[in-house]
């Protein structure tokens, strides 16, 4: 029960960093006057993608923030997974 316990408090920091990441990097675009479809706002890969232009046009680097964004999505789908297994159980 413990594991099971632990694995959801992962999946649970996991989804709560990614959300937050999520929302930080919109703020940042919108703040910096990228022009950001709000419908699309959610979608996996779309602000990375405006992000990374953004940071071409302003001769920026872009790796760890693309990086961190993808150990987080990989996180999520990692705890997800295993979630499902212990809670079954």
Known sequence: MAMA???MF???ISVSFAVGS??????FLRSRGVP???GLGG???YLD???IEWC??????????IFLRI???????????NAGRFVAL
Do not use: E, H
Not at 22 to 27: G, K, P, S, V
Not at 71 to 81: Q, R
């Open 5 to 7: 316990n632990l694995i």
């Open 10 to 12: 992962w999946f649970l």
């Open 22 to 27: 999520q929302i930080l990097l919109l703020y």
């Open 36 to 38: 950001v479809k709000f």
């Open 43 to 45: 979608t996996p890969g």
């Open 49 to 51: 993608l405006k992000f």
């Open 56 to 65: 071409k046009k302003n001769q920026r680097t872009y790796l760890a923030v």
């Open 71 to 81: 150990a987080l999505l990989i996180s999520v789908v990692l705890s997800d997974n």
